[in-house]
């Protein structure tokens, strides 16, 4: 592991713990060029998983990019940042654990989307807003409208 600070590869492990999860290994490290002690965490990794964009592009798949995503979705809400890191762990399983490699960035986004409609509406929303391009008004209603299960009741008719 390369040092933050000096770039030294010469660093050493001082303590490994697992997370409350159990899903991640957090390390304290030590340069021992620089003495500079910095924290590390491990996850595993099903498979490489490559994402094939809506424009045939293919990329490879980011953790991070999709953390950002749903932490802006949930930015001001009243949820646990560890809640949140749970939720994007169990979207990459869900994702590595699908059984190919390459994955469309329409089925990440709608599984971002489910996991969002449990963890809180306003996020879900906000994320559907994005990835489903509202242009309008009744976009927003229709995504309220499904949240609510609207959809699929009869719509009351107007009276006379």
Known sequence: MRC???GSLDTQVKDSRPT???AVI????VCLTCNFRFTTF???QLRELTVIKRNSRRVPFDRDKLMRSVQIALRKRPVDPERIEQEVSKIVRELESGGENEVSSEAIGEAVMAHLRELDDVAYVRF???YRNFREAKDFRAAL???SGEEDTPKATARK
């Open 4 to 6: 933050p600070s000096c």
């Open 20 to 22: 409350e999860d159990s």
């Open 26 to 29: 957090r390390r304290r490290r």
């Open 42 to 44: 491990e996850r595993v």
């Open 128 to 130: 559907a807003s994005v």
């Open 145 to 147: 409208d499904e949240l």
